[in-house]
């Protein structure tokens, strides 16, 4: 399954973050709908997600492989 691990909810309250390890994805959740919005790819086995103050980016901790994807938040695409 999906696997789901570490979540952080965004600064407005409106949107929940939830790093998925079986997916290697992270599940965007509409906190007023209560249901998946979309999901981005991350690394290997993502354990943990946080999103900055300014809700621009988040960083995920891979633990499989050992890194951190930072994603934009707006688009789900890696910052390089």
Do not use: M
């Not at 979540?7 to 959740?29: F, Q």
């Not at 946080?50 to 891979?62: K, Y």
Request: glycine share 8%; charged share 20%.
């Amino acid at each position: 399954g999906d696997e789901p691990r570490g979540l952080c909810i965004a600064p407005n309250g409106k949107t929940v973050y939830v790093a998925l390890a079986g997916a290697e994805s992270v599940a965007e959740v509409d906190t007023q709908k209560l249901s998946v919005s979309r999901t981005f790819r991350a690394g290997l086995e993502p354990w943990h997600v946080a999103i900055t103050p300014d809700s621009t980016r988040l960083v995920v901790g891979n633990t499989r492989s050992r890194t951190a994807s930072v994603l934009n938040a707006a688009t789900g695409k890696p910052f390089y």
